[in-house]
T-cell receptor
Framework: EAGVAQSPRYKIIEKRQSVAFWCNPI?????LYWYQQILGQGPKLLIQ????????DSQLPKDRFSAERLKGVDSTLKIQPAKLEDSAVYLC???????????????FGPGTRLTVL | AQKVTQAQTEISVVEKEDVTLDCVYE???????LFWYKQPPSGELVFLIR??????QNEISGRYSWNFQKSTSSFNFTITASQVVDSAVYFC????????????FGGGTRLMVKP
């Protein structure tokens, strides 16, 4: 079974530029998550999708970050414009079904390491 | 609100020593899950274990063991006879039944095992 795929693996941009990350979850997984992991910290959830709907985006800086999962499969996370503090690893994860009260294990992708200069 | 605290930011041991990584959590949920993940230098998070809040039995898997104590809200992880390949950052995480499967991670403990 293929795992969670992410691209690119590395990205270097200058501040105020735009950047987009792509995630392809495990086939059949309804729930997709984007996490931000700043160096030396644990991952922090940015947004959670259930199929193509948003379940939780309370920690997403909506003035500059956006995410979509139009067909309920692949997802794109965008930052526009980027700031220095956005330098981090962006992890995508998926689970079979993320309904509350029914835990399903999250499988993580390799992440995209973003450096903002 | 959920919170996970890993007080040890970095631990250094010599190979073959035993080492325990501490994890303390806070949650108001009645049902919750606790996890440990390993993050080697490659960066990918590797799932190690999941425990349900109703199951306080300790678990052993090879050189790894976990001690879950609900009374102290702790879920500690012990590596017996550590090896250089155990060097990584280890994260404890929590998911509550009212949190939509969202994982709350601790800050991580960097374990360095020296030969």
């Amino acid at each position: 079974e293929a795992g969670v795929a992410q691209s690119p693996r590395y990205k270097i941009i200058e501040k105020r530029q735009s950047v987009a990350f792509w995630c392809n979850p495990i086939s059949g997984h309804a729930t997709l998550y984007w996490y931000q992991q700043i160096l030396g910290q644990g991952p922090k959830l940015l947004i959670q999708f259930q199929n193509n709907g948003v379940v939780d985006d309370s920690q997403l800086p909506k003035d500059r970050f956006s995410a979509e999962r139009l067909k309920g499969v692949d997802s794109t996370l965008k930052i526009q414009p980027a700031k220095l503090e956005d330098s981090a690893v962006y992890l995508c994860a998926s689970s079979f079904d993320g309904l509350a009260g029914l835990y399903n294990e999250q499988f993580f992708g390799p992440g995209t390491r973003l450096t903002v200069l | 609100a959920q919170k996970v605290t890993q007080a040890q930011t970095e631990i250094s041991v010599v190979e073959k020593e035993d080492v325990t990584l501490d994890c303390v959590y806070e949650t108001r949920d009645t049902t919750y899950y606790l996890f440990w993940y390993k993050q080697p230098p490659s960066g990918e998070l590797v799932f190690l274990i999941r425990r349900n809040s109703f199951d306080e039995q300790n678990e052993i898997s090879g050189r790894y063991s976990w001690n879950f104590q609900k009374s102290t809200s702790s879920f500690n992880f012990t590596i017996t006879a550590s090896q250089v390949v155990d060097s990584a950052v280890y994260f404890c995480a929590l998911s509550g039944n009212n949190a939509g499967n969202m994982l709350t991670f601790g800050g991580g403990t960097r374990l360095m095992v020296k030969p």
